[in-house]
């Protein structure tokens, strides 16, 4: 007799460990079944995001920026350093630290709310008698059953056609966060939010870094205003960019590899590189899943086909996060798993893909919310904007970064606020006031009219509101 459980989640990332967890808190008997390892081989939950993703790039961005500014920034506070080195080891350890923390994290949540955990792959087996058996493929083979699945498989960086990954010269986001020495040349293919976060890392410790991108614009997703500004401060940092390539023949070489590649003016190209990072976007992971065994049905791209309540084909099968549609994001498939296992229990779990916040963890950071105006311009919408740069905040001054700006798109009759795009400083928290509004349905006479804390690095969304009706107090 197998194992019986009311849910079970195959998978341990942000949108799968999440829905077990909310699964547990409503009274569910939950398992949870995922195969990552550490390096000892033991079970390390928390999927791409912990172990390969948002966690250890956020650790290696601090740990470069805090170098950068030991080397070319202290000096402008009267502090003066020297001697001033590099560990790697030292660095990349604090990283698998940090990375491993989560993991016992997660590990430590699970036993705090009664979800049954089996370290191994988990794929289907059999639909009969109103529930589900899941294989599990661990230390040993076993088989459960649960009347409720909901796949978190997350996804898998995505390969360039005959190039490989081998982890050692041409590197997915793994292998980019891997490096025990700074390359002396280090080639990116795709100026997307891994692209830029592994070209800043290795800029600051000093690679010097070229990014290829196919596109003619830049961070063609991002508000075209906003996306200047950061290109600006990109390229003043160091970052070559190039935009509009074509990727020809990729070689290994003795020193590394070699990119031919014709550029937007139609010349052909070489970039010679120590090591390259492929970055061209990430796809469905369904691998061993085995959905063919109870009828699962995935669309053209690999990914599993859902409804807008995350229900596939099958009854009482869900999936959530990057293996369906929607923005690869860990924040989206955490609300998404939180969602399905309030469905489960016969609530009405939300999601609402106008408010889920978008961040590039870069210096400046690049967040935004809602519609870009080339967005609203395209849907003939009329708007309002208001903008609002953060060289005339009083904060920004006294941190010694005065990059960027706050942009506010609001509705031009009803001034509901449509869209805010932030380039700077702490964009990755300034943004969340912003989606508090968006999802209140606020109009930035809202926001200009709240008291906001001086000196602070929010007053500029406020200013940014006070442009929108071209009132601002400090511009």
């Given at each position: 007799?197998?194992?019986?459980?009311?849910?079970?989640?195959?998978?341990?990332?942000?949108g799968?460990?999440?829905?077990?967890?909310?699964a547990?808190?409503?009274?569910?008997?939950?398992?949870?079944?995922?195969?990552?390892?550490?390096?000892?081989?033991?079970?390390?939950?928390?999927?791409?995001?912990?172990?390969?993703?948002?966690?250890?790039?956020?650790?290696?961005?601090?740990?470069?920026?805090?170098?950068?500014?030991?080397?070319?920034?202290?000096?402008?506070h009267?502090?003066?350093v020297?001697?001033?080195?590099?560990?790697?080891?030292?660095?990349?350890?604090?990283?698998?630290?940090?990375?491993?923390?989560?993991?016992?994290?997660?590990?430590?949540?699970?036993?705090?709310?009664?979800?049954?955990?089996?370290?191994?792959?988990?794929?289907?087996?059999a639909?009969?008698?109103?529930?589900?058996?899941?294989q599990?493929?661990?230390?040993?083979?076993?088989?459960?059953?649960g009347?409720?699945?909901?796949?978190?498989?997350?996804?898998?960086?995505?390969?360039?056609?005959?190039?490989?990954?081998?982890?050692?010269?041409?590197?997915?986001?793994?292998?980019?966060?891997?490096?025990?020495?700074?390359?002396?040349?280090?080639g990116?293919?795709?100026?997307?939010?891994?692209?830029?976060?592994?070209?800043?890392?290795?800029?600051?410790?000093?690679a010097?870094?070229t990014?290829?991108?196919?596109l003619?614009?830049?961070?063609?997703?991002?508000?075209?205003?906003?996306?200047?500004?950061?290109?600006?401060?990109?390229?003043?940092?160091?970052?070559?960019?190039?935009?509009?390539?074509?990727?020809?023949?990729?070689?290994?070489?003795?020193?590394?590899?070699?990119?031919?590649?014709?550029?937007?003016?139609?010349?052909?190209?070489?970039?010679?590189?120590?090591?390259?990072?492929i970055?061209?976007?990430?796809?469905?992971?369904?691998?061993?899943?085995?959905?063919?065994?109870?009828?699962?049905?995935?669309?053209?791209?690999?990914?599993?086909?859902?409804?807008?309540?995350?229900?596939?084909?099958?009854?009482?099968?869900w999936?959530?996060?990057?293996?369906?549609?929607?923005?690869?994001?860990?924040?989206?498939?955490?609300?998404?798993?939180?969602?399905?296992?309030?469905?489960i229990?016969?609530?009405?779990?939300?999601?609402?893909?106008?408010?889920?916040?978008?961040?590039?963890?870069?210096?400046?950071?690049?967040?935004?919310?809602g519609?870009?105006?080339?967005?609203?311009?395209?849907?003939?919408?009329?708007y309002?904007?208001?903008?609002?740069?953060?060289?005339?905040?009083g904060?920004?001054?006294?941190?010694?970064?005065?990059?960027?700006?706050?942009?506010?798109?609001?509705d031009?009759?009803?001034?509901?606020i449509?869209?805010?795009?932030?380039?700077?400083?702490?964009?990755?928290?300034?943004?969340?006031?912003?989606?508090v509004?968006?999802?209140?349905?606020?109009?930035?006479?809202?926001?200009?009219?709240?008291?906001?804390?001086?000196?602070?690095?929010?007053?500029?969304?406020?200013?940014?509101?006070?442009?929108?009706?071209?009132?601002?107090?400090?511009?």
């Open positions: 007799m197998s194992k019986q459980f009311d849910v079970i989640v195959i998978g341990g990332g942000p799968g460990y999440i829905a077990a967890i909310r547990a808190q409503l009274g569910f008997s939950v398992a949870c079944i995922d195969k990552w390892k550490n390096a000892k081989g033991g079970p390390a939950l928390g999927g791409t995001c912990t172990n390969v993703g948002c966690i250890p790039s956020k650790a290696l961005l601090q740990s470069s920026e805090h170098y950068e500014h030991a080397g070319h920034h202290f000096a402008d009267g502090i003066g020297t001697g001033l080195s590099l560990d790697m080891n030292k660095m990349m350890g604090r990283k698998n630290t940090v990375v491993k923390q989560n993991n016992e994290g997660v590990l430590y949540l699970f036993k705090k709310n009664k979800v049954t955990f089996f370290h191994g792959r988990g794929s289907f087996a639909a009969r008698d109103g529930a589900y058996d899941i599990v493929a661990g230390a040993a083979q076993e088989v459960i059953s009347k409720h699945i909901i796949v978190a498989t997350g996804s898998n960086a995505r390969t360039l056609p005959g190039t490989p990954f081998d982890e050692e010269t041409v590197l997915s986001n793994d292998g980019a966060l891997r490096m025990t020495a700074v390359p002396k040349k280090l990116l293919i795709g100026a997307g939010v891994i692209g830029l976060e592994m070209g800043s890392v290795w800029r600051r410790l000093g010097e870094v990014v290829l991108e196919g003619p614009t830049f961070l063609g997703a991002v508000d075209q205003q906003i996306a200047k500004e950061a290109h600006k401060a990109f390229v003043k940092q160091g970052l070559k960019i190039e935009l509009g390539v074509k990727i020809g023949e990729i070689e290994h070489t003795d020193q590394g590899v070699s990119v031919a590649y014709t550029n937007a003016k139609g010349e052909a190209l070489t970039l010679d590189v120590d090591k390259l990072v970055s061209i976007g990430r796809v469905a992971n369904t691998i061993g899943l085995a959905p063919e065994a109870v009828g699962l049905i995935l669309d053209e791209r690999g990914a599993i086909v859902v409804d807008a309540d995350c229900k596939t084909n099958l009854p009482n099968v999936a959530v996060g990057d293996v369906v549609r929607g923005p690869m994001l860990a924040h989206k498939a955490e609300e998404e798993g939180v969602a399905v296992a309030e469905r229990a016969g609530q009405h779990g939300h999601v609402n893909f106008n408010t889920i916040p978008w961040v590039i963890y870069t210096s400046p950071e690049i967040a935004w919310v519609q870009t105006q080339e967005q609203l311009e395209a849907a003939g919408r009329a309002k904007s208001g903008t609002f740069p953060f060289l005339a905040n904060r920004a001054r006294a941190m010694g970064d005065t990059t960027g700006m706050v942009k506010m798109l609001a031009a009759t009803t001034d509901e449509l869209g805010v795009h932030i380039v700077g400083a702490m964009a990755s928290e300034l943004i969340a006031e912003c989606v509004a968006m999802e209140f349905r606020a109009s930035s006479e809202d926001i200009a009219r709240i008291c906001h804390a001086h000196p602070s690095l929010s007053e500029a969304t406020k200013e940014a509101a006070l442009a929108v009706d071209k009132r601002t107090l400090n511009f």
